[in-house]
């Protein structure tokens, strides 16, 4: 699982109103090299919870993330923030761990990639 795809992610059990962001376990990391694309990362920018992807980045073992956010406007010439940012949010892929809910503590496992976020009968 991507970077990309756990900051779009929240835990959606009944009555939670503090799913959001996920905190990660590791078990495996793994990076996957991904064409760099800066037009990709300047759109994506806007959209990111940079809190959270700075955290998240941080559980996988990558702290080259500042800890606040640049101005977008300086994304045009930035170029080594923006292979920074492309290498948290594109190329870390957590193989194994699981995602745990901020408010209930219930773990979602990830298994091979892929976040298994089904909720049981008694948490829709």
């Known amino acids: ?25 590791a078990e495996k990391v793994i990076e996957k090299e991904v064409d760099f694309n800066p037009d990709f990362l300047r759109h994506m920018f806007a959209k990111i919870d940079w809190k959270a992807l700075v955290e998240a980045a941080r559980s996988l073992g990558y702290a080259e993330l500042p800890e606040t956010a640049p101005d977008a406007a300086a994304l045009d010439s930035d170029d080594p923030f923006l292979r920074r940012f492309h290498h948290a949010l594109l190329e870390l892929h957590l193989e194994e761990g699981a995602l745990v809910c901020p408010e209930t503590g ?19």
């Open 106 to 124: 219930r773990k979602f496992p990830i298994n091979k990639g892929i976040p298994n976020m089904l909720l049981h009968e008694d948490e829709v």
């Open 1 to 25: 699982m991507r970077l990309l795809a756990h900051n779009m992610l929240s835990c959606n059990i009944k009555g939670v109103t503090n799913g959001f962001p996920l905190r990660i376990e």
